[in-house]
């Protein structure tokens, strides 16, 4: 892979808060190799243990402002009409200089400006089974504030209709699974990069992250879809 010509594949992972995707993304880190996790900056503050150039590079928002400034971002965003958060594009240059691949955790509208500059990229949008497991998820976690949770709620409903904007669609219900079908889509679009024919092994692969590609997912998501669709009760969620 470490050639100096090597073109890193960039995977983009997306999901709504509390769909699970960081447990997702971190058991993906330790089991593929060559894979590198693009940190991002934020000016969002820390959340329980987290620390700084580990999960975000925590900075003030006048720093922030200035990397925008210097056209430091390959894409930002603000997210929930409110921190910044931003993929610097350093990252991309040290997993070509390392011949590694690089992976993006980042929301719907950062994924958008990845698709225009890098049409290539290989796009994943994480889902929770329902709704009603995804707020499970969000209050268990403890981590907010009620009203935050409301917000990341509704951010949910908005981000989930960009669904189709996607290669591939992973239903996060058993993370066992999720987790072996998740490598299965990284390895599967690094086999078919290679061009040459596929062993039967390397063949199930491929099919396994085939099962969720967009076009194949059909009605497995309409039972979802629909429970985000569904107006609140009166009173709040
Ligand atoms: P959280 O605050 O829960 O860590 O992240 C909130 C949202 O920001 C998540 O959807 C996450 O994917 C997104 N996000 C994290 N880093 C970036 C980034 O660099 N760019 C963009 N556009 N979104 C990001």
Redesign the pocket.
């Known amino acids: 892979m470490s050639s100096p010509t090597h073109k890193p594949l960039v995977y983009i992972i ?4 509390g769909s699970g ?1 960081s447990t997702l993304v971190n058991e993906l880190l330790k089991s593929v190799s060559d894979l590198e996790f ?1 940190i ?3 000016t ?1 503050p820390p ?1 329980g243990s987290e620390t700084n150039g580990r ?2 590079y925590f900075v003030a928002r006048p720093e922030f402002e200035k990397m925008i400034r210097d056209d430091q971002f390959l ?3 603000q ?2 009409e409110k ?1 910044y ?3 610097a594009r350093r990252f991309l240059r040290e997993a070509e200089q390392n011949g590694r691949d690089l992976l ?4 719907v ?2 994924a958008a400006q990845i698709q225009q500059k890098l049409p290539d990229a290989t796009s994943i949008f994480i889902l929770p089974p329902n709704r009603k497991t995804l707020e499970e998820r969000l209050r268990k976690r403890s981590e907010d504030s009620d009203e935050v949770i409301q917000r990341r709620l509704m951010a949910a409903r908005r981000e989930i209709e960009n669904y189709d904007r996607y290669n591939y669609i992973l239903i996060n219900d058993h993370l066992e699974d999720s987790i072996e079908i998740l490598q299965a889509i990284v390895r599967s679009e690094r086999l078919l990069r290679t061009g040459r024919p596929l062993s039967s092994d390397e063949s199930k692969i491929v099919n396994l992250a085939d099962c969720c590609r967009l076009a194949n997912v059909g009605e497995r998501l309409k039972p979802i879809l629909d429970s985000f669709r569904r107006p609140d009760p009166p009173g709040g969620i």
């Open positions: 997306s999901a709504p808060s995707k693009s991002s900056y934020t969002r959340r999960q975000y894409e930002y965003a997210v929930f921190d958060y931003g993929t993006l955790d980042i929301d509208q950062g």
